[in-house]
């Protein structure tokens, strides 16, 4: 019996958000398919697939509780 069978999406929090983005679309060549910018956080999601049903979710977060910056 097989307890999983595929991935939908994948969520990252990164520390870069442009970085991250700059490879995945031209290493990978995946399409940003939405942004959302706010004052907590910027979000963006890249299409993994041909399919709409597989996506990278992206996360930056102005600040995380704990840290210093």
């Known amino acids: 019996m097989n307890l999983v069978s595929g991935i939908h999406h994948v ?3 990164t520390a870069d ?4 983005i700059d490879f995945y ?3 990978f060549e995946m399409p940003v398919i939405f942004q ?3 004052p907590a956080f910027r ?3 890249l299409r993994a697939s041909s ?6 979710s ?5 600040k995380i509780r704990g840290t210093r910056k």
């Not at 958000?17 to 991250?20: G, K, L």
């Not at 399919?51 to 990278?56: E, G, I, Q, T, V």
């Open 25 to 27: 679309t031209d290493v």
């Open 51 to 56: 399919s709409d049903s597989k996506l990278a």
């Open 43 to 45: 979000h963006v999601l």
């Open 36 to 38: 959302e910018t706010t």
């Open 11 to 13: 969520a990252v929090v």
């Open 58 to 62: 992206v996360c930056k977060y102005a």
């Open 17 to 20: 958000i442009d970085r991250f």
